[in-house]
């Protein structure tokens, strides 16, 4: 080994003050904004290390450009930091060293990372460093005159690509980091949203401000801006209404009395004040045609995405609202005739999903055409990222059915987010993989690992809307082996976790699964029946159609099956996408056995989700009051691979009891044939 190679002769020579270098042409450009990126002037990666090199490289970034004592070093870096912790970081700062500037040589002073006493600053300028550049330019901007600085905030806002330092776990030093940096993100969000207004270019932005005031309700601004861009654009009565709404919620929910800007908004609009709608001047029409507005135009399509994001976790009409906006932002993208555009626009909407069966088939569908259409038109140049988020996109999408591609998108995304080691890629990925498992039954062992994979990664790299679902898949995982007490376990991290990050669908799902428990303890249907309307009643405000719809119904008829009384079947009842399997049923409670055979002829294959294993559990049933051994067979064999589990289980909603039970019952009857 060299000195140039040898960390001891790194740091011999710091002390040593030796000449530096002088390298005009090197240009290092760091990202911190998501995770920790670097790149060259030409944008090509530049490998920085471990995770411990990125913290330690993401901590001399937080400083701003001040020197960090060898010894914070330490103590940010390790929780209980090992004896030879200080050697340690002198080594990751000589290797650091090296992969920001390789061309240095040997015995010369660093540009990038420099020794200041007993401790290390960094060098890189402010203008290469995403998150300086984004503060430095929100700065800036405070006091610009009425209506400049959109175009640059926009730019500004494009910069980010998720959670700051997204692939670092917390720690003492960086929640407050991250924290603080986020918060610069909601106020560069709302000042562009003045810029916008004053110009009187406010009604575009209506979609993204009610994502964004739904997902911060203590913003009293974030109110008062949407009120406006409803004003704009033409939604006088709906402003008003937005008002005196934000101050209920204020009210009630934060115990904020009302506040002067909301009150002073409403004068003016009631008073229809001139300033609310300003006239576009000249220059602002010719800013149409320019780039900044083009580039304006892709940070409003992916903020729709982001802030839907965020809005869709908090469920009810902010799900169905988040949904519908995506749907929307994509679908403009798409027609921008812009892969980049339209790739980065999907994938900003990374929400868990933790269902089968899609809210809206229709628009998932569209969803999935575009996104492959987007993959096609990138074609093997995309960065792998983005295409594993694509293709992690279809496989989530296109999930509750047996299509092929779907899974191998998945299965591809999965591969590509191990190998960047990019924990935020890979949760996605793996969530795309859960849904698809549902392919083949009795993969119950697969999920139950991708949910400890899930629970992991999340913990370690603070992505708490996936560690949730980690612990929602375990609860079905149990749930559907009969082990509750292992399962409220999982129950109560989940809510511990809703709690904290205001997820609310999350009781929703927990309420349901009590709902089963009860179901499998009680000896009085009336108290179960009960239980499961006032889960109907959740889920009706839950923003969830493809979980909602028909599921109490045949909750309802797993009680009475397994209670072995008669099975009286409500014509009445909404089964949603259910009845074609419970006609048979139906026909029987109306004296009618030639058409509940008929029906029985002619059930389809239950889909590829979530209640494959309940409705071949009613199908089951049917075929033994039919005394169909043809079907009887079908239920047998399709039960078969989960054996030892509970039917309906997996749902962590209802139960049919033991399919072990289910497959005697039935092999008792094709005996007495």
């Known amino acids: ?238 402003a008003l209404a937005l008002l005196r709404d934000a101050r209920a919620r204020l009210l009630e929910r934060f115990g904020l009395e009302s506040a002067s800007s909301l009150d002073h908004l409403e004068r003016d609009i009631l008073r229809h004040a001139p300033h609310l709608t300003p006239a576009p001047r000249d220059e602002d029409r010719l800013r149409l045609l320019t780039r900044t507005e083009a580039t304006g135009t892709y940070t409003r399509l992916r903020s729709m995405s982001t802030v839907a994001r965020a809005a869709a976790v908090t469920g009810g009409t902010n799900l169905v609202l988040a949904q519908e906006q995506r749907a929307a932002a994509a679908a403009e993208a798409e027609r921008t005739e812009d892969p980049g555009l339209t790739a980065r626009v999907i994938a900003a909407y990374d929400v868990p999903t933790i269902w089968t069966r899609t809210d809206d088939p229709a628009r998932s569908k569209a969803l999935v055409a575009t996104t492959r259409r987007t993959l096609h038109r990138l074609g093997p140049e995309a960065s792998p990222a983005l295409r594993a988020r694509l293709l992690a996109t279809v496989g989530l999408e296109h999930r509750g059915t047996r299509d092929r591609w779907a899974a191998e998108a998945a299965t591809e995304a999965e591969r590509l987010a191990r190998e960047l080691h990019d924990p935020s890629v890979l949760v996605l990925a793996l969530n795309a993989r859960f849904v698809q498992s549902f392919q083949r039954p009795g993969r119950t062992g697969e999920r139950d ?13 603070d992505l708490p809307m996936f560690e949730i679902l980690g612990h929602l898949i375990k609860i079905q995982v149990r749930a559907a082996r009969g082990d509750t007490e292992s399962a409220q376990r999982h129950v109560e991290s989940a809510e511990r976790l809703a709690a904290i990050h205001e997820t609310p669908l999350v009781h929703v799902l927990t309420a349901a699964f009590r709902a089963m428990q009860l179901a499998e303890r009680s000896d009085d249907p009336a108290e179960v029946a009960h239980a499961y309307r006032t889960v109907a ?97 079908q239920a047998h064999n399709a039960l078969s691979p989960q054996r030892g589990e509970i039917a309906g289980g997996t749902t962590a909603l209802i139960s049919f009891g033991p399919v072990n039970d289910i497959l005697a019952t039935l092999d008792q009857h094709r005996m007495r044939r």
């Open 1 to 238: 080994m060299n000195d140039r190679d040898d960390p001891r002769a790194e740091s011999a020579v710091d002390q040593q003050q030796p000449e530096t270098y002088d390298n005009e042409d090197m240009e290092i450009l760091v990202n911190v904004l998501g995770p920790i990126e670097v790149t060259d002037a030409e944008g090509h990666p530049v490998p920085v290390g471990s995770r411990r090199r990125r913290e330690l490289l993401g901590r001399l970034v937080a400083a701003g450009g001040r020197a960090v004592p060898l010894q914070v070093l330490v103590e940010d870096l390790w929780e209980d930091p090992p004896p030879a912790a200080a050697g340690t970081v002198r080594t990751f700062v000589a290797e650091l060293r090296r992969a920001l500037e390789p061309d240095r040589p040997a015995r010369t002073r660093s540009l990038t990372i420099e020794t200041v006493g007993t401790g290390y600053a960094l060098r890189i300028p402010r203008a290469h460093i995403d998150a300086h550049r984004f503060e430095d330019t929100l700065r800036a901007l405070h006091n610009a005159p009425v209506g400049q600085g959109a175009g640059a905030l926009s730019e500004a806002l494009s910069w980010w690509r998720g959670e700051p330092y997204a692939d670092l776990d917390a720690s003492p030093w960086l929640t407050p980091e991250r924290a603080r940096l986020t918060e610069l993100h909601r106020e560069a969000v709302e000042l562009r949203a003045r810029a916008m207004l004053d110009l009187g270019r406010g009604a575009p932005l209506v979609p993204e401000l009610e994502a964004f005031a739904t997902a911060h309700p203590w913003r009293e601004h974030a109110w008062v801006l949407l009120a406006h861009a409803l004003y704009q654009a033409g939604r006088q009565v709906d």
């Open 449 to 461: 690992v991708i949910a400890g994979e899930l629970i992991e990664v999340s913990t370690r790299h």
């Open 537 to 633: 009643t959740d889920l009706a405000g839950a923003g969830m159609p493809g979980v909602e719809a028909g599921i109490v119904p045949l909750a309802l008829l797993s009680l009475r099956m397994r209670h072995r009384g008669p099975v009286q079947v409500d014509p009445a009842l909404d089964w949603g996408p259910y009845r074609p399997w419970i006609q048979p049923l139906l026909e029987l409670a109306r004296g009618n056995p030639t058409a509940a055979r008929e029906a029985a002829a002619v059930l389809p294959r239950p889909p590829a989700d979530h209640l494959y294993d309940a409705l071949w559990a009613v199908n089951a049933h049917t075929a033994i009051l039919l005394q169909d051994p043809s079907l009887a067979t």
